[in-house]
């Protein structure tokens, strides 16, 4: 938990810009009361919005259900699917359960590491790609199963991983180099 906090902190600075907050607000009075055995939904509904849970956000909802920091970062700390760093474009779950792991899941999240630097729960540099683990995806027939956003992939080995990888990295290559030229 402690670590989750540190990091929220380090990235205060990059968060001071601005948010809009009126979903928070919304959020918070869509429910019957301000009750704290709302707090799931209410940081699932707000990743919703957010793609994660940004720290302005979180702070309303401590004022809001009246819980300290510790407390609610006591419950996010417990459900993996709750980010509180901005995640890449694309996340990609693979799947770590029984029968995809005696398969290689491993194997194919050490190769994920090597080409994109990255194990479970980091953002490559380019922001693309975020690794994560999930538990059975539900279909062990065609294990190694893994996520890429909305997309399934099983029976993925490490080599192919990588290749269906760089397709979403080419897909993605035009829209990349529009930002970078418009920073420039
Ligand atoms: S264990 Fe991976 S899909 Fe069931």
Redesign the pocket.
């Known amino acids: 938990m402690e670590a989750k906090e540190t990091e929220v902190d380090d990235q205060d600075a990059a968060e001071e810009e601005e948010i809009d907050l009126a979903p928070v607000h919304e959020i918070l009075d869509s429910f019957p009361s301000r009750n704290r055995r709302y707090l799931i939904p209410m940081l699932q509904k707000v990743q919703a919005v957010y793609r994660y849970l940004p720290d302005k956000a979180l702070r309303l909802l401590m004022e809001g259900l009246e819980l300290t920091r510790a407390e609610i970062f006591g419950v996010i700390s417990f459900y993996p699917g709750l980010l509180i760093t901005e995640p890449g474009k694309y996340i990609i779950k693979l799947?770590?359960?029984?029968?995809?792991?005696v398969k290689g899941?491993n194997i194919i999240a050490n190769k994920i590491h090597e080409t994109y630097h990255i194990h479970p729960g980091d953002t490559d540099e380019a922001k693309l790609f975020t690794l994560q683990t999930?538990?059975?995806?539900?279909?062990?027939?065609?294990?190694?199963?893994a996520l890429v956003g909305e997309d399934t992939y099983?029976t993925i080995d490490p080599e192919k991983s990588i290749e269906l990888l760089s397709a979403y990295k080419l897909e993605d290559a035009p829209e990349q180099q529009a930002e970078e030229a418009a920073s420039e």
Do not use: D, E, I, V
């Open positions: 799947c770590y359960g029984t029968a995809c792991f899941a999930a538990s059975c995806l539900g279909n062990c027939g065609a294990a190694p199963m099983g």
